[in-house]
Structures are given as C-alpha cells and as structure tokens.
T-cell receptor, first 112, second 111 residues
Framework: KAGVTQTPRYLIKTRGQQVTLSCSPI?????VSWYQQTPGQGLQFLFE???????NKGNFPGRFSGRQFSNSRSEMNVSTLELGDSALYLC???????????FGSGTRLTVV | AQRVTQPEKLLSVFKGAPVELKCNYS??????LFWYVQYSRQRLQLLLR??SRESIKGFTADLNKGETSFHLKKPFAQEEDSAMYYC?????????????FGKGTMLLVSP
C-alpha cells in the first residue's frame, strides 16, 4: 500500500511569506503528526491530529498551525516565515500511535 | 518532562564487530520506546519497538527501567547497517501520540 506522501518535496520562500505543506497519510491511518528536523535541534514535535482534532501540540510559536481533513489528509501552515524556519518538515501517520509511526520523505523548506 | 539522550554522535566499527548504540531516557511514567533508522537518502523508518520485543535485521533492544535505558545491540555489524539511528519515546501523558527523539547516533561500519 502507498506510504505517507508529502508535497511538495522542496520549497524556497522569502522571509515574511507564508507556506502550506501537505501530507497524505497511509490509507486507514487517522493519526497524523508533524515534526521539524534541523541539524542543530534534531527532530522536534510540532503537533498531532486525530479525526480532524488537534490532540497534542509541541513547543512552537503560533505561526505554526495545522489542520486535518475528514479524509485524514493534513496540512501545516507557517506564517511570517523566518530564516530559522528552514528545515525538513516530516509528516508521520499511524493507525495506533502506541505501536509507532510511519514517516514520509519530508518537505525541505528553505527560507531566504 | 520527557527526554531522550543518545550520548554518542558517531560510532565507528568494523564489519563483524558487535554494536551497541546507547539510549537513556527520562520519563515519569510508563513510556514506550522505539528505535528509528534513517539510511542515506531514505526516509526515517521504524526499526523496532519495545512493545513488540522483536529482533529486526539482527538488532535487539531491551528496556531497562532501573537504568532507564533502551540500548540497541547487534552481535555482528554489517556494512549495510551504516545509517543514522534515533531512539524515541512516547508517553501515556500524550496518549502515546507524540514522539520525543534523541539527537541520533551515526553508525559507520567499515569493511
């Protein structure tokens, strides 16, 4: 079956702009999580959605937001981009989070 | 607060040598522990999880609650094991739906 799909793969944006990243989870998976990966901070949890509801949120500013649709697809939005937002953004999905998550390939965001 | 510590950034061994990637955690409750692996130019993959008590690709990991450790071991390293390894924890406080990752250990296996 198809894995977790993230689009686009690469993005270049200018400071102050906003960006929307998309994630299609594995069919049947209702839990979708987002992570930011940077060389300095490693993998950091952004938020998690289950059945269109945000269940958990990490320690990121309000410029980072997300949502989940009825088909479990998820989007995350970053407004007023800063240089420090340059990172690989990973989406992960799970049928039962207790057993772990399957990750997508990520979207590489570069802010210039 | 939950925390995962992987003390080694890089572990370099020769093919056939035993491997132990260290992971220590801090969590006031009953965590679930995972090892994820990222091979070069590939996505992050779940390698094994404590709850399953399985051996994947020859790797095993035992949860030691007394020492709060979840070290990853393999008796004989192979060149194809070269990758970045991340230890991760999820806790009941978040419904086991958030993962806290360590900074990762790069394993290099030389011929």
């Amino acid at each position: 079956k198809a894995g977790v799909t993230q689009t686009p793969r690469y993005l270049i944006k200018t400071r102050g702009q906003q960006v929307t990243l998309s994630c299609s989870p594995i069919s049947g998976h209702r839990s979708v999580s987002w992570y930011q990966q940077t060389p300095g901070q490693g993998l950091q949890f952004l938020f998690e959605y289950f059945s269109e509801t945000q269940r958990n949120k990490g320690n990121f500013p309000g410029r980072f937001s997300g949502r989940q649709f009825s088909n479990s697809r998820s989007e995350m939005n970053v407004s007023t981009l800063e240089l420090g937002d340059s990172a690989l953004y990973l989406c992960a999905s799970s049928a039962d989070s207790y057993y772990g998550y399957t990750f997508g390939s990520g979207t590489r965001l570069t802010v210039v | 607060a939950q925390r995962v510590t992987q003390p080694e950034k890089l572990l370099s061994v020769f093919k056939g040598a035993p491997v132990e990637l260290k992971c220590n955690y801090s969590y006031s409750g009953s965590p679930e522990l995972f090892w994820y692996v990222q091979y070069s130019r590939q996505r992050l993959q779940l390698l094994l999880r404590h709850i399953s008590r399985e051996s994947i690709k020859g790797f095993t990991a035992d949860l030691n609650k007394g020492e709060t450790s979840f070290h990853l071991k393999k008796p004989f390293a192979q060149e194809e094991d070269s990758a970045m390894y991340y230890c991760a924890l999820s806790g009941h406080g978040s419904g086991y739906s958030t993962l806290t990752f360590g900074k990762g250990t790069m394993l290099l296996v030389s011929p």
